[in-house]
Nanobody, 121 residues
């Protein structure tokens, strides 16, 4: 009933920038919260950043000052601008969303398919 589609991953050299997008579609009444998680090779998935539908944000300490999350409510899309990338940012990045669905007012929680970000030194 709701789908999340990510785009924008790829390879970049250290110090470079990438922008990820995650578009939600389907039976959406409102977006409660969207965010990005990442899973480095051989490690557990970790929180990177979140944003509420009202624009309140949180960031992991490791990305503060380098990453910026933003949301376009009209497009049901969240963006992650990543600057000053480091090799340790290499991971699969997953979009996550908490959405109130249209018609029934239920809460939907789900993940995107993941997009690879590789930062070379």
């Amino acid at each position: 009933q709701v789908q999340l589609v990510e785009s924008g991953g790829g390879g970049v050299q250290a110090g470079g920038s990438l922008r990820l997008s995650c578009a939600a579609s389907g039976r959406i009444f409102s977006i409660n919260d969207m965010g990005w998680y990442r899973q480095p090779p051989g490690k557990a998935r970790e929180l990177v950043t979140t944003i509420t539908g009202g624009g309140d944000t949180t960031y992991a300490e490791s990305v503060k000052g380098r990453f910026t999350i933003s949301i376009d409510i009209a497009k049901n899309t969240v963006y992650l601008q990543m600057n000053s990338l480091k090799p340790e940012d290499t991971a699969v990045y997953y979009c996550n969303a908490l959405i109130t669905t249209a018609g029934d007012g239920e809460t939907w929680h789900g993940w995107g398919q993941g997009t690879q970000v590789t930062v070379s030194s």
